[in-house]
């Protein structure tokens, strides 16, 4: 088992310690959502080509879970967008055995895969050039900017550096249109300085 691979299943193992507590009622439509697996960009889960295209996003895998922590009968609730991304996630759940608590009944699951190019390490050097490849990927996955992972990743970054005021909560809707179009025109800009720049 690869080091990209033994994170991945450390993290299914620690969400699923309080599955349990998370499952549904008999009468919710909806399964219980585990916590996220986080995939960074140049792993052989989600290759630096691929990210370098713009690809990116969250994969919602449901799969069944046996009373052992089995998990099977992997399928895409919701698309990245990508048909490898989606691909992907389908072969990093597959097969994982969750550790469960004694007494788990099998259930559906859902497992969210996200797949992020940026990292708050490498967040201060991503051109708009980047940002606009991730933008036009997104939007034409049919999703809205708002929902970017990336500007999440900044939004953290700037509460972190600056403390967080109430008045933060609109300046950052209006910084986030306003990077988008700073960032189509100066492409070569960085992309957090443009954003922490709007959030003032």
Known sequence: MNAARTTLFLGLIAIAAVADAQAPGPTSPEPARLGDILIQAGTAEYPGELAATGAHGEALVQVA???????SDASLKESTGSAELDASALRIVSGQKLRVK?????QVMLVPVVFT????TTLAAKTCAEFNQDHAFHTAAGRSADDMIVF?????????ARG???GMIGRLKDARAKTIDGCEKKPKARFLELYAKYAR
Do not use: C, N, Q, Y
């Not at 004694?102 to 099998?106: A, C, R, S, V, Y």
């Not at 999440?152 to 972190?160: F, K, N, P, Y």
């Open 117 to 120: 190019r940026d990292s708050v």
């Open 152 to 160: 999440d990743m900044a939004t953290g970054i700037l509460v972190a």
């Open 164 to 166: 967080f005021d109430m």
């Open 102 to 106: 004694e007494g788990f009944k099998p």
């Open 65 to 71: 879970v046996a009373a052992d922590g089995t998990l």
